[in-house]
């Protein structure tokens, strides 16, 4: 799994409705083997981001800000593995990931985590506090003959300590690769006039989560995510 981590990378991401998968998945079946850990090919997800009490790192992400993080606690269920992960997108449009192991689920940022945190960002432990969880489960996909992972992730749901809103027909799809190149599910997408998305399940799980939070520039999206939760986007 090391070689095709890909933890310096450009991302593209697309979404699409759920019963369109299996038909994907044969199409690109010659290019890409299906990760398995301990035989199982779909892995559970518990993602609980974190940010500034006036969602700073989501307002750069509003205002279209080039260079911005994320911080959360990432819980892969199936390994019972705990990492605390900094994302951070570049000008370059470079997806840059550093993680540390955790002792367990962490509502704050302890202090044997503040190094980490400081030397990979400008947030302080104190400035941050938990803001919602978003769960998948996700399929892994890598590229048989170039440094290429493919994620999908099904079955979302985002909740934070008031509510919760779940996508059930909903895929969000997200091609790795250590430099922007030719992609044969990318090419898929193209001949299936599937545009690529720019939206994060952090800022999709904001909007639907906060109701006073500003996201007048995600309406398009948002709406887009919606019909095909709702099975309206059908030809």
């Not at 955790?102 to 302080?124: A, C, D, M, P, S």
């Not at 749901?157 to 008031?162: G, L």
């Not at 799980?205 to 948002?222: H, R």
């Amino acid at each position: 799994m090391d070689g095709v981590s890909l933890m310096n990378r450009t991302d593209t991401k697309f979404i699409f409705r759920l019963d369109q998968l299996t038909a994907f998945l044969s199409n690109i079946k010659t290019y890409y083997r299906i990760l398995e850990i301990n035989g199982i090919r779909s892995g559970k997800y518990e993602t609980l981001y974190f940010d500034t009490p006036d969602f700073f790192m989501y307002q750069e992400h509003h205002r279209g800000k080039s260079s911005r993080y994320k911080v959360r606690h990432r819980i892969y269920v199936d390994s019972n593995l705990h990492y605390l992960e900094i994302k951070f997108k570049n000008n370059k449009g470079r997806t840059i990931k550093n993680r540390i192991k955790r002792k367990g689920v962490e509502q704050k940022i302890k202090e044997y985590e503040e190094e980490f945190l400081t030397e990979h960002t400008h947030f302080n432990a104190q400035s941050l506090f938990p803001k919602l969880w978003s769960n998948c489960s996700r399929i892994t996909l890598v590229n048989k003959y170039s440094k290429e992972r493919l994620t999908l992730d099904i079955h979302l749901q985002f909740k934070n300590n008031a509510t919760e809103k779940n996508l059930t027909n909903v895929v969000i799809a997200e091609v790795k690769q250590e430099k922007l190149s030719y992609s044969p599910f990318i090419q898929l997408m193209k001949k299936e006039k599937i545009r690529s998305s720019s939206i994060s399940k952090y800022c999709y799980g904001v909007i639907t989560l906060y109701d006073q939070i500003k996201k007048n520039n995600f309406k398009q999206k948002l709406l887009t995510i919606n019909k095909i939760n709702n099975n309206e986007n059908k030809h």
